[in-house]
């Protein structure tokens, strides 16, 4: 009982021939890539699918920084810059159900909480309506509120690195300005 979904075809642009594995993999080939539509129109059409507030959830953490390359190499950096917030719902799930940050593939989660893998696997729709089962037995609220405060405990690590790369450039150049004067 899903209220809606999004699906669409992306035609590529630059790497336009599919690999015989992953053509094996997902049943995707070139025929199918021709019927798609351009990343951008599609990007849009989702965004739009996805209303004004939306979050991202995906399965693993590949996913937003493959969807941040893609807006860089067609030149949307407004959309990239107004990213909605993304989780990664398999760190979630590894937290809530095992208390660590195992990476659980899709099925074994599945497995785990008791579920039969209803879908054929490694298609983008059928992947999100098996995570979509999984959600259902997970506290998404307490999920989000920790991958937000660990998000940002790794963003001011970030800075505290950057800040002291800074000062031990600026040490540096000192010790060489004195060196040279000496």
């Known amino acids: 009982n899903y209220v809606d979904y999004f699906e669409c075809v992306v035609t590529p642009e630059y790497y336009t021939r ?11 080939d070139e025929e199918v890539l021709q ?15 996805c209303g004004e507030t939306p979050a991202l959830f995906t399965w693993g953490c590949d996913d937003i920084p493959i969807l941040q390359a893609n807006m860089a190499l067609h030149h949307m950096e407004a959309e990239r810059a107004e990213l909605p917030p993304w989780y990664d719902l398999q760190l979630i799930f590894g937290r ?10 899709l099925n074994a989660a599945l497995e785990q909480q008791g579920m039969e893998h209803k879908l054929q696997a490694h298609n983008a729709l059928f992947d999100a309506a098996e995570t979509a089962r999984i959600c259902r037995m997970l506290d998404l609220p307490a999920g989000m509120q920790e991958a937000d405060r660990v998000q ?16 031990n450039r600026a040490k540096y150049k000192t010790q060489k300005v004195e060196q040279i004067c000496i």
Do not use: C
């Open 18 to 28: 599919m690999h015989r594995k992953v053509k094996a993999l997902t049943g995707i």
């Open 35 to 49: 019927r798609g539509e351009p990343f951008t129109r599609a990007y849009a059409r989702f965004r739009e699918w």
């Open 96 to 105: 809530q159900v095992s208390g660590d940050n195992r990476q659980w593939s």
């Open 152 to 167: 940002k405990e790794r963003e001011l690590r970030r800075q505290q690195r950057e800040n002291q790369k800074k000062k």
